[in-house]
């Protein structure tokens, strides 16, 4: 039995007063829920530390959106892995779309930083996903099956690694893929982990994420092959954030 993360991504959004959404989620989801269920909020760096704040003692995990490869050095404006952990999150997202796009990384060095999460005792959440251009080519199982052996980390387990399949083309556009599209997606994504490390495969959470929302997170979330969700927008409201949690029983 795998259990569901729901992971918040708040992106380049929030200022302080955006903590109270934390402690509004926290109110809104039962004790319960979050003990069934990871529930991971990841704030913009400048939050991360009044979050885990904001959420001691609710058992809402706090993580990180980036970080960098390397332990420590000349990178300016760069935050490693050790840094985060050292901060006492729990997850870090590597591999975004939109650090893909924005800043040229590719799966080596989505690789790269997975590792230096695990280094760190991190979970790492991995992202994959195809551009519609690469949908519509009928390339989007070869896209996600090389990004997904050329990102996860030598030696990632159940425990260490979270896949996240997010479709370029549904973020943040209000287009969902179609759960039988998800479900397809995410049974080929465990079929590249079984080729890579056997024993994981079936214990593996793999997360979707693209435009999910009260509304259809439900049917999402009841998939076999969908082990919880990675949301933007949705993530930035409490009660939208709650209504997803909830969906997942
Ligand atoms: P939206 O939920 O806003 O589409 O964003 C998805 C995403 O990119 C989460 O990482």
């Not at 200022?15 to 004790?31: C, P, Q």
């Not at 990180?64 to 997202?93: E, K, P, R, Y």
């Not at 370029?168 to 179609?178: F, P």
Request: proline share 3%; charged share 20%; aromatic share 4%.
């Amino acid at each position: 039995m795998r259990r569901k993360l729901i992971a918040g991504n708040w992106k380049m959004n929030g200022v302080r007063a955006s903590l109270s959404e934390i402690a509004r989620l926290a109110e809104l989801t039962d004790r319960d829920q979050r003990r069934r269920h990871d529930v991971l909020i990841c704030p913009p760096l400048t939050l991360a530390w009044t979050s885990a704040l904001a959420a001691l003692g609710s058992g809402i995990l706090i993580g990180a959106q980036d970080c960098h490869a390397n332990a420590s050095g000349a990178h300016t404006g760069d935050v490693s892995a050790n840094m985060l952990s050292d901060l006492g999150l729990s997850h870090v997202i590597v591999g975004h779309s939109e650090r893909r796009a924005d800043h040229a990384e590719t799966s080596a060095v989505v690789k790269a930083k997975a590792t230096a999460a695990l280094g760190a005792g991190l979970v790492a959440i991995v992202c994959v996903g195809e551009t519609l251009a690469e949908r519509e080519a009928g390339k989007a199982e070869a896209v996600v099956g090389r990004q997904v052996r050329a990102s996860l980390p030598d030696g990632f387990d159940a425990r260490t690694t979270v896949i996240a399949y997010e479709p370029v083309w549904a973020i943040g556009t209000g287009k969902t893929a179609t759960p039988s599209d998800v479900q397809v997606m995410h049974s080929f994504i465990r079929s590249v982990v079984k080729r890579m490390a056997r024993t994981e495969a079936s214990a593996i959470r793999i997360l979707y994420g693209g435009s999910v929302k009260p509304g259809n997170a439900a049917e999402l979330l009841a998939l076999p092959d969908v082990d919880g969700a990675l949301v933007g927008g949705a993530s930035l409201v409490a009660s939208d954030f709650a209504s997803i949690v909830k969906a997942a029983g």
